[in-house]
């Protein structure tokens, strides 16, 4: 396989990143670069890092653009077994970025959260809403991807925007599989949509979910970068779904079928094994935005509530 960092990939402007990787010979991952300059979304560097686990051997050819030592920073050599040969200095990333994180059990999960909320720089009453949707999304691939690597993350904060950009990445089974469980999603991008709509969960047939699982995650998180005017991607099979900046003069309005909002989408990518989500979320706190939170909390809390009402739901014999 081979994937090539280019100068600049964020989420608007992805998709000829994405259409770059090579999936010939998968028992091999070589990374390449641009030579002057690479500026990133987290999510590029979290699908190099959840690549190289499942891998027999990595390779990444010397690095010469003077970001290179983001790249040490966020722990990508590390994860390639790739000596960087860089000494830097590490200093404390709270509040500024979280490097790229393997998570495979719920207390991993609990630290990440609990490592991404200096980055929020928002009260706590919103700081728990969000991180209830990232633990839900997180949560998911523990439960349903079948992915032996569990979830690769990294996060980080941009000052001069107030806006945090997080990836969240697995080699698993892919939406399309997981939505099948319990509904009919005969493409990539089929099961995309399906997924993005409230209340559709591939655990039960049942619309609204379960008790345990609403199936509103990734609406809730697309909901927000609605209402910002934030970008946010999708990438499961063969298909990628973008959701783009709606216009200003628009009124906002959350639609629960995603193909309605302002989006691209397509389904002739090269085949990722798994799932891959990329997240801008743009934090100052105008009115939309915080009615929204509260909105999200409201749901945090009722699904809390749900989840002790079940664990200490005892048996009961006739």
Same mark, same amino acid.
């Given at each position: 396989?081979?994937?090539?960092?280019? *100068?600049?990939? !964020?989420?608007?402007?992805?998709?000829?990143? &994405?259409?770059? +990787?090579?999936?010939?010979?998968?028992?091999? $991952?070589?990374?390449?670069?641009?030579?002057?300059?690479?500026?990133?979304?987290?999510?590029?560097?979290?699908?190099?890092?959840?690549?190289?686990? =499942?891998?027999?051997?990595?390779?990444?050819? %010397?690095?010469?653009? %003077?970001?290179?030592?983001?790249?040490?920073?966020?722990?990508?050599?590390?994860? &390639?077994?790739?000596?960087? =040969?860089?000494?830097?200095?590490?200093?404390?990333?709270?509040?500024?970025?979280?490097? &790229?994180?393997?998570?495979?059990?719920?207390?991993?999960?609990?630290?990440?959260?609990?490592?991404? @909320?200096?980055?929020?720089?928002?009260?706590?009453?919103?700081?728990?809403?969000?991180?209830?949707?990232?633990?839900?999304?997180?949560? *998911?691939? $523990?439960?349903?991807?079948?992915?032996?690597?569990?979830?690769?993350?990294?996060?980080? !904060?941009?000052?001069?925007?107030? #806006?945090?950009?997080?990836? @969240?990445?697995?080699?698993?089974?892919?939406?399309?599989?997981?939505?099948?469980?319990?509904?009919?999603?005969?493409?990539?991008?089929?099961?995309?949509?399906?997924?993005?709509?409230?209340?559709?969960?591939? #655990?039960?047939?049942?619309?609204? /979910?379960?008790? $345990?699982?609403?199936?509103?995650?990734? !609406? +809730?998180?697309?909901?927000?970068?609605?209402?910002?005017?934030? +970008?946010?991607?999708?990438?499961? /099979?063969?298909?990628?779904?973008?959701?783009?900046?709606?216009?200003?003069?628009? #009124?906002?309005? $959350?639609?629960?079928?995603?193909?309605?909002?302002?989006?691209?989408?397509?389904?002739?990518?090269?085949?990722?094994?798994?799932? #891959?989500? /990329? @997240?801008?979320?743009?934090?100052?706190?105008?009115?939309? +935005?915080?009615?929204?939170?509260?909105? @999200?909390?409201?749901?945090?809390?009722?699904?809390?509530?749900?989840?002790? %009402?079940?664990?200490?739901?005892?048996?009961?014999?006739?």
């Amino acid at each position: 396989m081979r994937m090539h960092l280019p *100068n600049s990939a !964020f989420l608007g402007n992805i998709d000829p990143f &994405l259409r770059t +990787f090579d999936r010939s010979n998968p028992d091999v $991952l070589e990374v390449s670069a641009n030579k002057r300059w690479i500026s990133v979304h987290p999510v590029v560097i979290s699908m190099i890092a959840a690549l190289s686990l =499942g891998i027999r051997r990595s390779s990444c050819e %010397k690095l010469e653009a %003077k970001s290179k030592h983001y790249f040490e920073r966020m722990g990508l050599f590390k994860f &390639l077994k790739v000596d960087s =040969g860089m000494g830097i200095t590490e200093h404390e990333p709270a509040g500024r970025f979280i490097p &790229l994180t393997q998570i495979k059990t719920s207390d991993e999960l609990t630290k990440f959260i609990k490592d991404m @909320i200096p980055l929020l720089h928002l009260s706590p009453n919103h700081v728990e809403p969000i991180g209830y949707i990232v633990s839900e999304l997180v949560r *998911n691939v $523990l439960e349903h991807s079948s992915s032996k690597q569990g979830a690769i993350l990294c996060a980080q !904060f941009y000052k001069k925007s107030n #806006t945090i950009r997080l990836g @969240i990445v697995d080699c698993g089974v892919g939406i399309k599989k997981t939505i099948n469980v319990s509904h009919r999603a005969k493409t990539d991008l089929e099961a995309i949509r399906l997924a993005l709509i409230p209340g559709i969960t591939g #655990t039960t047939k049942k619309e609204g /979910g379960t008790e $345990l699982n609403a199936g509103a995650g990734l !609406f +809730f998180i697309k909901s927000i970068a609605e209402v910002n005017r934030d +970008f946010f991607v999708v990438y499961s /099979g063969n298909a990628v779904y973008k959701l783009l900046k709606r216009d200003l003069a628009r #009124t906002i309005k $959350l639609h629960a079928d995603p193909f309605k909002d302002r989006h691209s989408k397509g389904e002739d990518y090269p085949y990722w094994q798994g799932t #891959t989500i /990329g @997240i801008d979320m743009s934090l100052d706190t105008k009115e939309e +935005f915080t009615s929204l939170l509260d909105l @999200i909390r409201d749901t945090y809390s009722q699904a809390i509530k749900e989840r002790k %009402k079940q664990r200490y739901k005892r048996a009961r014999f006739i």
